[in-house]
């Protein structure tokens, strides 16, 4: 007959190993290398999700799919960071318009510099560890403009 009992402290154990591995894997911040973006990219980075800017469009592939991947805008557009901040208030098409001041567009456009400079977006570089983790190739590792 089925005995519960004497499986309970192997699935005790089970748990007690699953829930050490996922605290050490997400708690560790060591894998995020050297990237750390400028206060005033930071800035940037708040204005884009206050604004909700990901609801239409992506960075690495991920948000919406209304507008095109920004990852990579400031070097596809030539760094014209000119024509970035008109885009900014004016937009096209679908796009709303916003009311940013200057400022603001100076912090959304050292957002996009910093993100633009941590590499290419979809990196066909990026190797897979036999571990899974994912390396990719970054373009600088100086970020600040």
């Known amino acids: 007959?089925?005995?519960?009992?004497?499986?309970?402290?192997?699935?005790?154990?089970?748990?007690?190993?699953?829930t050490a591995y996922n605290?050490?894997?997400?708690?560790?911040?060591?894998?995020?290398?050297?990237?750390?973006?400028?206060?005033?990219?930071?800035?940037?980075?708040?204005?884009?999700r206050e604004n909700n800017c990901n609801a239409c469009h992506q960075l690495y592939g991920l948000g919406g799919y209304l507008g095109p991947d920004l990852t990579n805008v400031y070097s596809f557009r030539k760094k014209d960071g000119n024509y970035l901040k008109a885009m900014f208030?004016?937009?096209?098409?679908?796009?709303p318009r916003f009311d940013f001041n200057e400022t603001e567009k100076e912090e959304l456009l050292q957002f996009f510099i910093e993100v633009d400079q941590t590499g290419t977006y979809p990196?066909?570089?990026?190797?897979i560890n036999p571990d899974?983790?994912?390396?990719?190739?970054?373009?600088?590792?100086i970020y600040e403009h």
């Open 23 to 48: 605290y050490t894997l997400y708690t560790n911040q060591s894998d995020y290398g050297r990237i750390r973006l400028s206060e005033k990219a930071l800035q940037g980075e708040k204005h884009w």
């Open 89 to 95: 208030n004016s937009g096209v098409k679908a796009m």
């Open 123 to 127: 990196n066909t570089k990026a190797t």
């Open 132 to 141: 899974g983790w994912v390396k990719i190739q970054y373009k600088k590792e």
């Open 1 to 18: 007959m089925f005995s519960p009992r004497k499986y309970l402290p192997v699935l005790l154990l089970l748990l007690l190993l699953f």
